[in-house]
């Protein structure tokens, strides 16, 4: 934590006086409680990376398929293609987990006096249940992905402090015989510098909450650098980039990241006049 307030602090003086909106979500780890929008749709194709020495997994690609059913909720869907490298450099590729769920952002305020909007967002708080359910494929069985089901129960905020937009996250992976509960904590500081360019710095820890088998636990804790560029006038596709790696010791067996990666394409639309 007192790494990124380091940063944040040297960022500080090259943040101009635009109005900010941070979004979590794709290509970051953490996410927030903003949704998509009344019927709108917010499709996003990411090549995901998380390498270490001992292990490695891909998504190539992963789809995540959002829909806004009212202005405050949202249903995802979302598959990736998953691609998983062990100790031995044996890579072996097959669908992934499947990741349905649902967001509702139950509270926000707004600045007094003005009519409600995301450009008058001050604070916010939602929850986004998902659960991983494993595919009638082997990729479980071959070690390409975690067995599960798995069920994730996150608290998420966002808010607004001066030029600064936050979102933050606590949420708890409820693990299986097979698969240790987790912690997943996030943070995501940045700012839109214009309608078609937004820049955040994420901190993220992800930690075993218990051991199976007597297994030592794993933890993912990353510093990372991304966000999205729109590729046309109308802020309708965006591009998504992410770079980071782990700000702990890697080793073959600890699951930290040597690093990670996103690449990807986000679409946007919907009826107009209906946001």
Do not use: C
Not at 15 to 27: E, L, M, T
Not at 117 to 131: H, I, K, M
Not at 145 to 162: I, Q
């Amino acid at each position: 934590m007192r790494r990124l307030l380091y940063i944040l602090l040297l960022v500080l003086p090259f943040v101009g006086a635009v109005p900010v909106r941070a979004q979590g979500g794709p290509p970051f780890i953490t996410d927030d409680p903003g949704t998509p929008g009344n019927h709108h749709w917010e499709i996003n194709f990411g090549w995901v990376a998380n390498h270490n020495p001992g292990q490695s997994y891909y998504e190539i690609p992963d789809v995540d398929l959002n829909y806004g059913w009212g202005n405050r909720i949202q249903l995802k869907y979302e598959l990736p293609l998953a691609a998983a490298t062990n100790a031995n450099n044996s890579t072996g590729v097959d669908l992934g987990e499947s990741f349905p769920g649902i967001k509702w952002r139950f509270y926000e305020h707004h600045r007094s006096g003005e009519p409600p909007t995301d450009r008058n967002l001050l604070f916010s708080l939602g929850t986004y249940p998902q659960v991983s359910i494993n595919n009638p494929t082997r990729a479980a069985q071959r070690g390409i992905v975690a067995p599960g089901p798995t069920y994730y129960l996150p608290l998420e905020f966002a808010a607004r402090v001066g030029w600064l937009a936050l979102n933050g996250e606590v949420g708890r992976w409820i693990g299986n015989r097979n698969q240790p509960s987790q912690w997943g904590r996030g943070l995501i500081a940045g700012h839109e510098f214009s309608d078609r360019l937004e820049l955040y710095t994420e901190l993220y820890d992800l930690q075993d909450a218990n051991r199976i088998s007597g297994n030592p636990k794993q933890r993912s804790f990353t510093l990372d650098f991304g966000g999205r560029q729109s590729l046309d006038r109308a802020n309708h596709v965006r591009l998504l980039f992410l770079g980071g790696r782990s700000i702990q010791t890697v080793t073959r067996t600890n699951g930290q990241p040597s690093w990670i990666a996103y690449i990807g394409i986000q679409v946007l639309f919907g009826p107009k006049g209906d946001h």
